[in-house]
């Protein structure tokens, strides 16, 4: 095999695999809309669907010793970090099996194990701890990075600013993720905040930031990779806004009077996976065939999920006050 | 109905998108559904064939309630998700008030809700109206007869009435250091002691204060507790043989009488028994640790009182003997202690050696229960069949219903009486 | 004698000396020496590596300590003033309260936050909160207070090894009292409450600035014959219960004095806990003294009026006992 070639075929597995992650996670999901609307799932659920291609595209550029911090439409960062889809959905149906013993739920997805530090659903109150994550493993003289996920509806709080600074500051190894889908539930960025290219702001406290077609997983993957390639070599943070959207609404349901209509087409047209699908099929790495093998996989690995969760013991009431505080000996 | 948001239990059902016979694909909309907050488009997860609709437009019904049947199209084999999920049928009439159940009391609405709001429930008001009705003015009663105090109630503090209990002294009898003010524990340690004072001459108090002191108390127990009585003969031939043959080996001044056997038979029940064992304060049972066995001793000039005898339960016979002398001793004396005229947890009156065959007493508040034994005489009893002549001892209890019922005293009875049975465990 | 700000920076630097996990971070903790000077000398002996000088970003820097103590240290925060406190306490209360129970037990979070709190230094209304009552609302957190030398000295090293967040509020008007050390003095522990000064009469509660106000009061009290006893709780969450309800079980009479206001305070905490499980051991109603519910004023007259004092201390004790 030619060099040319094996680079090629390492491209195309490359590239299989985001396909794989982001079918995975679109799936996942609307899978979840339907047990949400059987009533299996309760609570908030915020869905990631139309953004899958950020997940998919950041967390393949971390390794198993770095940490990630998320937000609470974390579904897809937490399948795209490796927890298991067992875990993830257990949780969801608030059952001991889940990955977080059915005390969080949705929106608070743990694995201390994978270092997920899981869903935050105060806005902006995940990135202080990603800061000192990073913090920790600098004075610690461990070579990791901290990705911290969060929407642009944080930009506007002012622990967005606060950490920024102190992580350019302090020269720390944070990878700021901003997934812009415009609009902090029902606002829109424009009418949110005064200057909306965020990636702008960002740069204002000393880091290198710059935008990214969130929609495109290639670009992701490629601005991921060199972020944290950078951030490695020379420990400072680095900010990237992935320029994205979702599909559905804010929370499971809502009445989208906010936008239109049309606007949710035109940006379905940019819908990440066919965008993918597209690309490799040109580029004679993706069949039909193939397409399909990835469905049948990610269905199988669903259902299993739905069983296990059905069949998920609960955990006892009188449980009820553990992990209040640690149990000492 | 599908679930739309956290908070949502129920949908009211807006718009049809479609009506029987049409083909719905998955993700099509197929209606619209008011949550309370905002109006959403309900989605379809199969594809197939509406065949019935089951949910009218305007109809309110709970979270997973079907609203409609699809079959499944050319091709598909899945039906609708909450199909199988039979959920309450749909409310689409107006709500009609359902005609009274044979105990629910007669109403109108307006009284209804007064009582509602009052916290009044109307199955326990007496209705004077036309057919038993109850009416406003006895919902109005039955709040007034609520809210009532009982008359003269002290101003106490929580402790000072515990420790009075402790004491044996009396609330009634107790007045604060200042007027108006509350009664402290201070009152309380100030009344024993004066009463302790008193003590050594009660023997030569007039018999006229001790009338009216155990009339009081007497008065007291008949009106706040609510007796039954209960009784049974027990045949005490084994334990007379087994005292018999005791007392033949045994110095005079240890000898034994029935009485001793009785007492422990008492105290043993009376520790299995812990609704009988205790005391009744702030309306409500305090049961005992320990056994503290009060026992009546008729007074020569007139007059009645219970030392007690401490831990009984855990006294041999001979043990009890003593302290049954010693206990009369102090009470025809009048050295009695201050744990005689309080600590008692159950009072025993023998009245045998006044020849009656039994006896119902009062109880002895805060007590709960009292037993009595009545002579022991020799009658003829059926033993095995066979008639014979056995000496029996009519043995009864009053009880305190707030704290026990009847199964409980005669369990207590009866072990009274099995206890009896083998005396030389005893 | 020492003074109660060299007990803790004495605790300080042993838990830096001891544990090179631990650091302390805050604003002008290092170059400054602390606000109130408790970390003088430390940047110098121990780096800026471990004495870290922080932006005024509150939410950030107590955010970090979280996310540090998640990432194996053990890290001191110092909040300058207890006021300062709200505006971090989105990290206390959503994440370091509660990451515990929401991961299902993964994730602990061993952090210190130190903070001043207390008035009577007419610091007037925004400077002179005493919220040590709110945090104990929350469960997941431990709040201590420590109010005498010892405490000083020996809580902090105690706090640095729970696995759990432990505030630690320190009373502004303390840090200049000065009291016998023993040399040896080392950690204490955080789990009960102490009697300062036994008695027979009436129980005074108190804690943290609180505490010296008891004592003096007591001493007036013996005075006039009323023997009173001192119980220093500590540790306000958790509560030690059985001390406060043993010592009841022995006065039959209770005074909280606590500088919180008193509208769902901690004193109605206590005073709920009584009536709940020692109800018929109290001889008297249970009495209150607790700070005029009002922002704290600047005039010291004013001041003085609105905070509980020895007077006031007194003449609850004396109704109490009757």
Redesign the interface.
Do not use: M, N, Q, W
């Given at each position: 095999m030619s060099r040319r070639q094996a680079a090629q075929n390492a491209r195309a597995k490359h590239r299989t695999e985001l396909l794989r992650q982001m079918i995975r996670i679109r799936r996942f999901e609307e899978r979840c809309v339907e047990l949400y609307s059987a009533a299996r799932i309760r609570g908030f659920m915020h869905l990631y669907i139309g953004e899958e291609a950020v997940a998919a595209g950041i967390l393949q550029a971390v390794g198993a010793g770095d940490a990630v911090v998320s937000t609470y439409r974390e579904h897809g960062h937490a399948l795209a970090r490796g927890l298991p889809m067992d875990a993830v959905l257990a949780e969801m149906y608030g059952r001991t099996t889940g990955c977080s013993r059915g005390r969080g739920g949705s929106m608070h997805l743990f694995d201390a194990s994978r270092r997920f530090y899981g869903g935050n659903a105060i806005v902006g109150g995940g990135l202080p701890v990603a800061v000192g994550l990073a913090l920790a493993d600098a004075m610690r003289g461990r070579p990791q990075v901290t990705v911290c996920l969060f929407g642009d509806g944080a930009v506007a709080e002012g622990e967005f600013h606060e950490c920024l600074n102190l992580a350019a500051l302090w020269r720390l190894p944070v990878l700021f993720c901003c997934e812009n889908n415009l609009y902090a539930m029902g606002t829109r960025l424009d009418r949110a905040q005064a200057e909306v290219d965020l990636a702008v702001r960002a740069a204002s406290y000393g880091m290198q930031a710059r935008a990214v077609d969130g929609m495109d997983v290639l670009a992701v993957a490629e601005a991921a990779d060199q972020a944290v390639e950078k951030i490695r070599t020379e420990p400072r943070p680095q900010f990237l806004e992935l320029r994205t959207y979702r599909f559905r609404a804010h929370s499971m349901y809502d009445p989208d009077r906010y936008r239109d209509k049309s606007e949710i087409e035109r940006w379905k047209e940019a819908d990440p996976i066919p965008r993918l699908k597209h690309r490799m099929t040109e580029d004679g790495e993706l069949t039909g065939r193939r397409a399909a093998a990835i469905e049948a996989d990610v269905d199988r690995e669903i259902n299993a999920a739905i069983e296990a969760a059905e069949a998920g013991p609960l955990e006892p009431v009188e449980d009820l006050t553990r992990f209040v505080y640690s149990e000492r000996p | 109905m599908?679930?739309?948001?956290?908070d949502m239990t129920e949908g009211t059902v807006l718009e049809w998108l479609v009506k029987a016979g049409d083909t719905v694909r998955k993700g099509d909309i197929v209606a619209v559904v008011d949550?309370d907050k905002?109006?959403?488009e309900v989605e379809c997860?199969t594809s197939g064939t509406v065949s019935a609709v089951l949910v009218p437009v305007g109809s309110r019904v709970p979270?997973?309630t079907p609203l409609a049947v699809l079959a499944a199209g050319p091709g598909m084999t899945e039906v609708g998700?909450?199909q199988d999920?039979r959920g309450p049928a749909p409310e689409t009439v107006p709500h009609v008030e359902p005609g009274p159940p044979a105990e629910v009391r007669l109403a109108t609405p307006p009284t209804r809700k007064f009582a509602a709001e009052s916290g009044v429930d109307l199955t326990t008001v007496h209705g004077s109206g036309r057919d038993g009705r109850v009416t406003h003015a006895d919902v109005a009663r039955a709040i007034a007869a609520r809210t009532s105090l009982p008359a003269g109630r002290v101003r106490i503090?929580?402790?000072?009435?515990?420790l009075a209990t402790e004491l044996g002294v009396a609330v009634s009898s107790l007045s604060p250091?200042q007027a108006r003010?509350a009664i402290?524990?201070r009152d309380v340690r100030a009344a024993a002691q004066r009463r302790a004072e008193r003590a050594p001459v009660r023997h030569s108090q007039d018999a006229e204060a001790m009338r009216r002191a155990i009339g009081a108390l007497m008065a007291r127990a008949k009106r706040e507790i609510p007796h039954y009585y209960l009784s049974t003969t027990i045949d005490l031939h084994t334990a007379v043989e087994w005292l018999r043959e005791h007392n033949l080996h045994v110095p005079i001044p240890e000898r034994l009488l029935p009485a001793a056997l009785l007492l422990k038979a008492t105290a043993l029940a009376a520790r299995r028994a812990p609704q009988l064992n205790g005391h009744w304060v702030d309306d409500s049972f305090r049961p005992a640790d320990s056994v503290h066995l009060g026992t009546a001793v008729a007074l020569r000039g007139g007059g009645l009182l219970t030392p007690v005898i401490l831990d009984a339960a855990d006294r041999s016979a001979s043990e009890l003997m003593a302290e049954l002398r010693a206990a009369v001793t102090r009470a025809r004396t009048g050295a009695l202690r201050s744990t005689d005229l309080t600590a008692g947890t159950i009072t025993v009156t023998n009245l045998g050696d006044n020849g009656v065959e039994s006896v119902h007493g009062v109880i002895y508040p805060p007590q709960v229960a009292l037993v009595g034994f009545g002579a022991i005489t020799s009658r003829p009893w059926a033993v095995d069949g066979l008639l014979g002549v056995r000496p029996l001892v009519t043995a009864t209890l009053s009880a305190d219903h707030r704290a026990s019922d009847g199964a409980t005293g005669a369990r207590f009875l009866s072990r009274i009486a099995a206890l009896l049975q083998q005396p030389e465990e005893l | 004698m020492t003074t109660y700000r060299e007990a803790l920076r004495a605790g300080l630097r042993d838990a830096l000396e001891h544990d090179e996990r631990t650091f302390l971070m805050g604003e002008d903790v290092g170059r400054y020496g602390g606000c109130f000077a408790v970390s003088l000398g430390l940047l110098e002996e121990f780096g800026p590596d471990r004495v870290r000088d922080t932006p005024l970003s509150e939410s950030a820097f107590v955010g970090a300590g979280i996310g540090a103590a998640l990432g194996g240290m053990r890290p001191i925060v110092e909040i300058m003033t207890v006021n300062f406190s709200l505006l971090a306490l989105d990290q206390i209360l959503n994440n370091a309260a509660t990451l515990l129970h929401m991961s299902g037990g993964q994730l602990n979070v061993p952090l210190v936050i130190r903070m001043t709190t207390g008035a009577g230094r007419q610091l007037a209304a925004q400077h002179s909160h005493s919220l040590e009552g709110w945090y104990a609302h929350i469960p997941g957190l431990r709040i201590v207070a420590p109010a005498t030398m010892e405490d000083a000295r020996g809580m902090l090293w105690t706090a640095v090894q729970d696995p759990d967040p432990v505030l630690l509020f320190e009373h502004g008007t303390l840090y200049n009292v000065s009291g016998e050390l023993a040399p040896d003095a080392g950690a204490v522990d955080i789990d009960h409450a102490v009697i300062r000064r036994p008695g027979t009469d009436v129980t005074l509660i108190a804690y943290g600035g609180t505490l010296r106000t008891a004592l003096d009061a007591a001493g007036e009290l013996a005075d006039s014959g009323v023997d009173a006893e001192v119980l220093d709780l500590r540790t306000l969450r958790p509560l030690d219960e059985p001390a406060i309800l043993d010592s009841i079980a022995r006065t039959h009479r209770l005074v909280v004095v606590d500088e919180g206001w008193r509208s769902g305070s901690l004193s109605a905490e206590i005073a709920a806990r009584v009536a709940e499980k020692a109800l018929y051991e109290l001889d008297a109603p249970i009495e209150r003294v607790c700070t005029a519910e009002v922002p704290i004023p600047y005039a010291q007259q004013l001041e003085h009026a609105a905070l509980p004092q020895q007077a006031d201390v007194v003449a609850a004790a004396r109704r109490a006992v009757g």
């Open positions: - | 599908p679930a739309l948001g956290a949550t905002a109006a959403i997860f979270v997973g998700p909450t999920e503090s929580p402790y000072a009435r515990k250091t003010r402290h524990a | -």
